[in-house]
């Protein structure tokens, strides 16, 4: 992640803690030549992501904080598990503490369940893709961690592609209606991409110029049967009742990409700890 970003974030979380006189807990409880050496583990199986964040989180925390990381984005981990060790002043580190666990939580739960997802598809052809219901200000990590947990990414932001969803479509009066002047509007350089909830809209999407059709909330036969009718002309991504029981079944249709938004929008916390040595 580019350091300026990772700053900014740590940042930002740090202002929600530290108003009025600070950490008084610490103040009032630990001596201020207290010293100390912390050790942040795994509470469970998973996958970690965040470490860029936690240690930004202790460089800002304070200078004399020591710092050893001995884990990377995208490793496998058990419970017990050591992933970072910090040494230095105890206050600084308390004050660190919870900002740290807070983005290895959120980012390791993310990446543990995008590689749920992703193993559940290997042998097929089906990418795992995220989408932008993310976390208000936190969506360059959450695709950071879709990526380290084996997923691949899908667009950023709106200036990225074209995708032509529902509203879009109803107030061009036809999914074919609004991809001709996306096509216009995208020239050469940029993907136009449209989502279907009927088969029959596929045919004509396609001729009006469409590079991926997104297939909303389709039944397993019709994923089949756009399989088979796009002959690998355009991309197709399976949208819509997507999870851990159904996401195999979709992926043996054939289809090239699923998106999850559960990925980001409902990946339960990953359980971290930071405990004295």
């Known amino acids: 992640m580019p350091t300026d970003i990772v700053r900014d974030a740590v940042r930002r979380a740090f ?6 006189a600070g ?3 610490s103040l009032a409880v630990i001596p ?5 050496r912390f050790e942040i583990r795994s509470r469970e199986n998973g996958i970690v992501c965040g470490l860029q964040s936690a240690m930004e989180a202790f460089i800002q925390a304070g200078p004399d904080l020591s710092l050893d990381v001995l884990a990377h984005d995208g490793d496998p981990v058990e419970p017990g598990d050591v992933v970072l060790i910090v040494d230095g002043p105890v206050r600084e580190i308390m ?3 919870r900002t740290a666990l807070n983005f290895l939580g959120r980012l ?4 543990t369940l995008t590689r749920r997802y992703a193993d559940a598809v290997v042998g097929t052809k089906a990418k795992i893709v995220h989408t932008r219901k993310t976390t208000p200000g936190l969506r360059a990590f959450e695709i950071q961690a879709v990526r380290a947990g084996g997923g691949s990414p899908h667009r950023y ?8 969803k529902d509203n879009h479509i109803a107030a061009a009066a036809s999914p074919a209606a609004a991809v001709r002047p996306a096509r216009e509007y995208a020239g050469h350089m940029m993907v136009v991409s449209c989502e ?3 088969l029959e809209d596929l045919s004509s999407v396609m001729k009006a110029g469409a590079d991926v059709v997104l297939l909303d909330n389709f039944t397993l036969e019709d994923l089949r049967a756009a399989v088979v009718q796009a002959a690998g002309r355009v991309t197709l991504e399976a949208s819509g009742g997507v999870n851990l ?3 195999a079944a979709i992926a043996d249709t054939g289809v090239d990409i699923i998106s999850v938004g559960a990925l980001t929008h409902s990946a339960p916390n990953f359980d971290f700890g930071l405990d004295a040595v």
């Open 15 to 20: 202002a929600e803690d530290l108003t009025g």
């Open 23 to 25: 950490d008084v807990t």
């Open 32 to 36: 201020a030549d207290a010293k100390a």
């Open 95 to 97: 004050l660190a503490e």
């Open 108 to 111: 390791s739960g993310i990446a």
């Open 157 to 164: 932001n709106l200036s990225d592609a074209i995708l032509i």
């Open 196 to 198: 279907i909830d009927r």
């Open 245 to 247: 029981d159904t996401v």
